[in-house]
């Protein structure tokens, strides 16, 4: 098992930025690849991006908005996975979650929200305005 806790989160001005965080524990050895994923009020889950959890830092972004903004990073040594938000906009209010999966994907890195095991309670970040 593996549980992952997320923090971070916040109210922010558009233009502002964030860094969320994601402790994982239990069986790290067990894990393939970490991500993060949002979720708005009436809206789907959706993949913002995801990394390799051990070895070459392969990392993998979602939709283009978020390209260039997003910065999805792991310390090994810290057993932390980051998420880097710049120049925030009102459209990427959601409750962000940190997942963690066992299973390897093509080229190391998962982007489906299915193929996740494990999933954080979630931290709500808010962008006014």
């Known amino acids: 098992q593996v549980q992952l806790a997320e923090s971070g989160g916040g109210l922010v001005q558009a233009g502002g930025s964030l860094k969320l965080s994601c402790a994982p524990s239990?069986?790290?050895?067990?894990?393939?690849?970490m991500g993060w994923f949002r979720q708005a009020p009436g809206k789907e889950r959706e993949f913002v991006a995801a990394?390799?959890?051990?070895?070459?830092?392969?990392?993998?972004y979602g939709a283009d908005s978020m390209k260039g903004r997003f910065a999805i990073s792991r310390d090994n040594t810290k057993n932390t996975l980051y998420l880097q938000m710049n120049n925030l906009k009102p459209e990427d209010t959601a409750a962000y979650y940190c997942?963690?999966?066992?299973?390897?994907?093509?080229?190391?890195?998962?982007?489906?929200?299915?193929?996740?095991?494990?999933w954080g309670q979630g931290t709500q970040v808010t962008v006014s305005s």
């Open positions: 990394i390799r959890w051990n070895g070459p830092s392969t990392n993998l």
């Open positions: 997942a963690a999966t066992r299973k390897y994907c093509v080229g190391g890195v998962c982007s489906s929200a299915a193929v996740y095991d494990y």
């Open positions: 239990g069986r790290l050895f067990t894990i393939n690849s």
